[in-house]
């Protein structure tokens, strides 16, 4: 009888033990949510284009130009960006190389380089932000130096421009 008094005590000291640690915990939940935003869409609508360009004589690309490259960012309205480059430091014909220089850009709000702000296109990020209609507008302007002894012929490069929201 004493040992089943016994087995009786230690399974009510479990059951009692048990029921405290029950009691003892407690939880909650807290909900996990996110709002994808508009991706970036970066266009090239058109490249920089020097025209004629003769041996000795710089020739200069201003943002205002018709020849100037154009780009078109669609994206989040009022997101902050940064916009990047990766410019040739010579255009190629063959073996034959045409220094670009004086690298100049403009971002506007409206599809016209004649207002903006003014930057200049760089591998360092240039900060805005993209607004309200959701559209940025970028033009990027620079300087041909070909040589006096500059061989004739069709100098191509590429630019890239990058942006990142940050």
Do not use: C, E
């Not at 508009?38 to 020097?50: E, R």
């Not at 154009?70 to 220094?99: E, K, M």
């Amino acid at each position: 009888m004493r040992s089943k008094r016994w087995i009786g005590l230690v399974v009510l000291v479990m059951a009692v033990g048990a029921a405290q640690r029950a009691v003892a915990q407690n939880s909650a939940n807290a909900s996990v949510t996110a709002s994808v935003q508009q991706p970036i869409t970066v266009t090239a609508t058109a490249d920089l284009d020097f025209g004629l360009v003769f041996p000795g004589l710089d020739r200069t690309i201003a943002v205002t130009d018709g020849g100037a490259a154009r780009f078109t960012v669609q994206g989040q309205q009022s997101a902050n960006i940064n916009i990047t480059f990766t410019l040739p430091a010579n255009i190629t014909s063959g073996a034959n190389n045409l220094p670009i220089s004086s690298w100049q850009g403009r971002h506007n709000s409206s599809n016209t380089p004649a207002s903006g702000t003014d930057f200049v296109p760089a591998p360092t990020a240039t900060s805005t932000s993209i607004p309200g209609g959701g559209f940025l507008y970028v033009f990027v302007g620079a300087t041909a130096q070909p040589s006096v002894s500059q061989a004739a012929g069709t100098y191509t490069g590429t630019m890239t421009m990058t942006v990142v929201y940050f």
